[in-house]
């Protein structure tokens, strides 16, 4: 275990005075410190990343934070996924911290990550003085032209909002602006802190109103307009409804309110990226509905249902078994974060947040109905099979019974991310997976975010499943196994060896990709 951080009385005293500061007199602190207390409001409890130049003055205020610890990277890249993993497991925001241009691009594949699967995410940025960035002259970490706007210009096709922090008048409004977007958008956002501004003072007077994760004021009128016409669709059902959970339902924190609603009794499922929205020892849930390759029975039930109701729906090729859904769009509701969508009629501004509790309301009388419809059970059956070969139709219903509640289940791009859709988890669990981006070693660097989060929210173990092929391809982001073990963090990792890229010879051809890896006899020296 790592040893606890120590502070002087000089710095402890600095972040109580700031603390006594901003609730009490809305005096002065530094633009540094105000981020660092907006961070603190939000739950951040870890920033990752990697110490360049441009960001040392600030990473000396939260190497010096009594309650947010520094975790330095082997490499921008790994921090980036590690900020993903974080954010996934405690239902925040992540943040990675880097210095300007060489740090931030190589941070970039992993935001661009966390934008595709909707993870939020704080992509900040230490960058010259704000002299410098007005004067541009021949700066090391620069492309050698002038052109210092060239990494904002490609941060923005990543992030869903950026904030450039050019003075001290605007600074605590533009840092609000772009968390906000970050927590009620799922989606990374980009930040800029020149150098000389980090100790630049501003009021704290606007740390006395927290940011707030809840959606916008909807329009009551159109949201009881379309209350009553989805309360129309399941009486016009007569009972045969289900309830489908997808990826936006976690990514959205509508969880808690999604699992009042099923109590209702009709039949839910989820699907491989909404998995572990619900509790998948709840009476009523059928399993995972995974297109053409689901279950029969799970695919009978869904697609034979007069009224599908889809949570969060995020149709990507993978997450659909390649667009295989039978789901008529005649008999489906969509309950999307900022619209809902009946039929084809879309109505903007009536989220899911705000619907679902009143949903619920709604639709309790029909629980003694929809108490008696039946559900598939899903199980995990470990088949006898009469060989030595650990075959997956074996393997992964056994992991299952190896599973415990509460446990954060990590897995790669590849076979682990549709093998696990397919067991059952204990009550608590979470899935971890990047089903849509599907970035090959992403799994190592969130690894090491995840077993952070879940080791301060006190979940249970952190396992991750993970192919030879990919701890191959990601030499990087393996490298953080170091950081591991100096953070203390001890999870356990399925490394499955294949000999080799098992998918990719299955597509192509089972003698191609055979000599690209090193053999385990070879390293170990090995021959019998």
């Not at 000089?10 to 907006?38: C, P, V």
């Not at 619920?360 to 199980?379: C, G, Q, Y």
């Not at 192509?508 to 385990?520: A, C, E, K, P």
Request: include cysteine; glycine fraction near 8%.
């Amino acid at each position: 275990m790592a040893a606890p951080k120590l502070f002087s009385l000089d710095n402890a005293s600095r972040f109580q005075r700031a603390a006594f500061n901003f609730k009490d007199h809305g005096a002065n602190i530094t633009i540094g410190d105000y981020l660092l207390a907006r961070l603190e409001q939000l739950g951040v409890t870890h920033i990752f990343g990697v110490p360049g130049d441009f960001n040392l003055g600030f990473l000396d205020l939260v190497e010096d934070h009594p309650t947010i610890e520094w975790v330095g990277n082997c490499n921008e890249l790994n921090a980036s996924y590690a900020a993903d993993g974080y954010a996934r497991v405690n239902n925040t925001i992540g943040v990675v911290l880097t210095t300007f241009g060489v740090g931030e691009l190589s941070a970039i594949n992993g935001i661009a990550g966390a934008y595709s699967e909707m993870v939020p995410v704080l992509n900040l940025v230490g960058v010259p003085s704000t002299t410098q960035l007005e004067s541009k002259p021949l700066l090391h970490h620069t492309l050698g032209d002038g052109r210092f706007e060239a990494y904002n210009l490609a941060a923005q096709h990543f992030t869903f909002s950026q904030a450039f922090l050019k003075d001290q008048e605007h600074a605590p409004k533009e840092i609000d602006r772009v968390l906000i977007d970050c927590i009620t958008q799922a989606r990374p956002v980009y930040l800029t802190l020149p150098t000389d501004l980090v100790s630049a003072r501003i009021s704290s007077q606007r740390l006395r109103t927290p940011l707030t994760r809840n959606p916008p004021v909807e329009d009551p009128k159109l949201q009881s307009f379309v209350l009553d016409l989805v309360v129309k669709h399941f009486q016009e059902a007569e009972r045969d409804a289900v309830v489908l959970v997808d990826a936006c339902a976690i990514r959205h924190n509508v969880k808690d309110e999604i699992n009042e609603l099923v109590k209702i009794g009709f039949p839910v499922f989820t699907t491989p990226m909404g998995k572990t929205a619900v509790n998948e020892n709840f009476e009523y849930y059928g399993g995972v509905y995974f297109g053409s390759i689901s279950r029969p029975e799970i695919k009978e039930k869904v697609e034979s249902a007069k009224l599908v109701l889809c949570v969060g729906p995020l149709k990507t090729d993978l997450n659909t078994a390649n667009f295989s859904y039978n789901i008529q769009v005649e008999r489906s509701i969509e309950l999307h974060s900022d619209r809902t969508k009946i039929q084809s009629a879309v109505f903007t501004g009536v989220g899911m947040k705000n619907l679902i509790p009143k949903l619920t309301e709604r639709l309790k009388f029909i629980h003694p109905a929809a108490s008696t419809l039946s559900v598939p059970k899903f199980l995990n059956l470990v088949p006898h099979e009469e060989t030595n070969i650990v075959t997956h139709d074996f393997f992964w219903p056994r992991v299952g019974e190896f599973f415990r509640p509460k446990d954060v289940i990590v897995t790669e791009t590849s076979s682990p991310n549709f093998a696990i859709p397919d067991i059952a988890l204990p009550e608590g669990s979470i899935l971890v997976s990047q089903l849509l981006w599907g970035s090959i070693g992403w799994s190592v660097g969130s690894l090491l975010g995840a077993s952070l989060a879940a080791k301060k929210k006190g979940l249970g173990r952190c396992i991750l499943f993970i192919g030879d092929g990919s701890i191959s391809i990601s030499q990087l982001s393996v490298q953080e196994l170091s950081t591991m073990m100096r953070v203390g963090v001890t999870p356990i990792i399925f490394l499955l060896n294949n000999s080799g890229y098992t998918v990719e010879r299955y597509i192509r051809g089972m003698t191609r990709y055979v000599s690209t890896l090193f053999d385990r006899n070879t390293l170990t020296g090995d021959e019998g």
